[in-house]
């Protein structure tokens, strides 16, 4: 009675070994993955240039207060500095999520 009961469980791993690699969807998910790093790089080049580009005129606009006579200007400077700190954190957040090499 033993051993039948043992090839039986035997047969029932096999079988569900079987059918988790069968599972649908699993081309889809590599297809996505490759398209996904394909993509995050420019995506990538894209947020840094935008980030670039509103840091720059975050300074200007931070500067041309400054100038004007508005000395209390710590609060513009610690939201640009904050934003773009956010900005580059976000980025290996999101590498390290997506697992992109």
């Known amino acids: 009675m033993r051993p039948i009961r043992f090839v039986a469980v035997f047969l029932t791993?096999?079988?569900?070994?079987?059918?988790a690699t069968a599972q649908p969807g699993?081309?889809?998910?590599?297809?996505?993955?490759r398209e996904v790093?394909?993509?995050?790089?420019n995506f990538s080049d894209l947020a840094f240039v935008i980030g670039a580009v509103c840091g720059l005129?975050?300074?200007l606009r931070v500067y041309s207060n400054w100038q004007s006579g508005?000395?209390?200007i710590d609060a513009q400077v610690m939201g640009w500095f904050f934003s773009c700190l956010?900005?580059?954190l976000v980025g290996a957040a999101l590498k390290a999520l997506f697992g992109v090499n």
């Open 37 to 41: 790093n394909t993509w995050y790089y």
């Open 57 to 59: 005129l975050g300074g």
């Open 13 to 19: 791993a096999i079988f569900f070994a079987l059918y």
């Open 70 to 72: 508005k000395h209390h």
């Open 26 to 33: 699993l081309a889809e998910f590599k297809e996505v993955r």
């Open 86 to 88: 956010f900005l580059s």
